[in-house]
């Protein structure tokens, strides 16, 4: 079993920032990646970046690209999501998930279903 706890989250100005975390426990692979995703009231759930846990290589879906960086500290276990420029649009639960998939694409990583373990979500609110 591995376990993911997200923190983070709250209420912040258009135009703030926030840093989400996502601590990895458990039976990991030594291998793996972390995503984040997000899902709004009444939207399906959508990719929003993505890092191997090598870090060589990151995702991220067009709508954050230039003002989310997704990074990873491997001796603590935890993935961060530096939020920056938020807007209200952005507002959502945000839940980190772990694949052991650690070869592919954008559309690969994009993909709720690879993804075998998820983390109980925090909530992101912008208001205007």
């Known amino acids: 079993q591995v376990q993911l706890v997200e923190s983070g989250g709250g209420l912040v100005l258009a135009g703030g920032s926030l840093r989400l975390s996502c601590v990895v426990s458990g039976r990991t692979y030594s291998m793996y990646a972390i995503g984040w995703f997000r899902q709004a009231p009444g939207k399906e759930r959508e990719f929003v970046s993505a890092?191997?846990?090598?870090?060589?290589?990151?995702y991220y879906t067009d709508s954050v690209k230039g003002r989310f960086i997704i990074s990873r500290d491997s001796a603590k276990h935890t993935v961060f999501l530096q939020m920056n420029s938020l807007k209200p649009e952005d507002t959502a639960a945000y839940y980190c998930?772990?694949?052991?998939?650690?070869?592919?694409?954008?559309?690969?990583?994009?993909?709720?279903?690879?993804?075998?373990?998820w983390g109980q979500g925090t909530q992101v609110t912008v208001s205007s």
């Open positions: 890092i191997r846990w090598s870090g060589d290589k990151t």
């Open positions: 998930a772990y694949t052991r998939r650690i070869e592919g694409s954008y559309s690969d990583y994009a993909q709720t279903y690879e993804y075998d373990y």
